[in-house]
């Protein structure tokens, strides 16, 4: 049993109220016939989610439920499915929002990357600006988020606060959980950081970003704030090889 999923990926998918959208991203996942799996990390929705995703599960073998008690963090939900998926022996793990933002079109070429590479991107900045239905302030915020993440770290990648992401197992294996600290989108620059730091291969590649359909945004200022301070962080503790 364990022979057969090492090759095989899971898709992780963080959720709070997202029932509007559940369906179509698990639809659109599965449509693409790629050797993958999906968990949906739900934080106690108050919408139902869990439920409506437990009724699927019915229907199909491949959907997983992971409920958790509360809402505790986008960072903590991808660090307990990066768990579940280690425990069960999955080659390729791969990061994606639930709000119809990420095109499950893309995950053909994360997968075929992770083939050469540790961790792939799906960069909405490597080639141009490619983010559909953005009010400019908030392209502007991410863009140069972006630019002082890299200038802060010197992490050498356009896009860090990239949700859309791929993972080889061994790149999991390697990260001690324990240490991350960001709880917020932040979580996103710290793992690629980590990875780049302990010498793993990065690659990213151009995707379009489109704004959710429905639902709300879970970005706050908090999140924001999490992040300014959070590349200091990262990068005054690899200076002292304390990472």
């Not at 090759?7 to 599965?30: A, C, H, K, W």
């Not at 997983?64 to 579940?84: C, E, T, V």
Request: aromatic share 12%.
């Amino acid at each position: 049993m364990i022979a057969e999923k090492r090759e095989r990926g899971l898709v992780i998918i963080p959720t709070y109220d997202e029932r509007e959208n559940i369906q179509r991203v698990v639809r659109g996942i599965f449509d693409q016939a790629l050797p993958l799996d999906i968990l949906v990390v739900d934080d106690a929705s108050p919408d139902g989610t869990a439920s409506l995703v437990e009724s699927m599960m019915t229907d199909e073998g491949r959907l997983h439920l992971l409920r958790r008690s509360g809402k505790m963090g986008l960072g903590s939900a991808y660090r307990d499915g990066m768990r579940w998926a280690l425990a069960r022996e999955y080659e390729y793990i791969f990061e994606m929002d639930a709000d119809l933002s990420h095109d499950p079109k893309y995950l053909p070429s994360l997968l075929f990357e992770l083939k050469e590479f540790d961790v792939v991107l799906g960069s909405r900045y490597v080639q141009g600006v490619n983010v559909v239905n953005w009010p400019l302030g908030r392209l502007l915020l991410s863009w140069f988020a972006n630019l002082y993440s890299r200038v802060v770290t010197g992490l050498p990648v356009a896009d860090s606060t990239s949700g859309f992401k791929g993972f080889r197992r061994r790149v999991l294996d390697k990260i001690d959980f324990e240490r991350v600290r960001s709880d917020g989108y932040s979580f996103q620059i710290e793992m690629v950081f980590r990875a780049w730091k302990l010498g793993f291969r990065v690659k990213e590649i151009s995707i379009t970003f489109v704004e959710r359909r429905s639902g709300i945004s879970k970005m706050s200022k908090g999140v924001i704030w999490e992040a300014v301070w959070m590349v200091w962080y990262l990068r005054i503790m690899s200076m002292f090889r304390l990472l």
